[in-house]
């Protein structure tokens, strides 16, 4: 790959909320975000690959805040 096509494919990755989430861009910016397909392949990826983590984090939350309502 090129140092062109390196350049193009770094910026798209922060277009599309590979690196950063999108809440962090601006209004605008997120509008026009929301055209690219780029941008819900990557969520889709995101949600798939940290599911997992996700579900233990609320399983720990759910046992720490039972613990307090118990202690």
């Known amino acids: 790959m090129s140092a062109v096509g ?3 494919s770094a ?3 922060f277009v599309c909320g590979a690196y ?3 809440s962090n861009f601006g ?3 997120q509008k026009v975000m929301s055209y690219l397909p ?3 392949g ?3 990826i995101k949600n798939h ?3 997992g983590v996700f579900e233990d984090f609320m399983l720990l939350h759910t046992a720490i805040k039972l613990s307090d ?3």
């Open 6 to 8: 390196t350049i193009v």
């Open 11 to 13: 910026g798209y990755g």
């Open 20 to 22: 950063m989430p999108i």
């Open 42 to 44: 990557t969520a889709l």
């Open 69 to 71: 309502v118990g202690g």
């Open 49 to 51: 690959m940290l599911r």
């Open 38 to 40: 780029g941008t819900y």
């Open 27 to 29: 209004e605008g910016l």
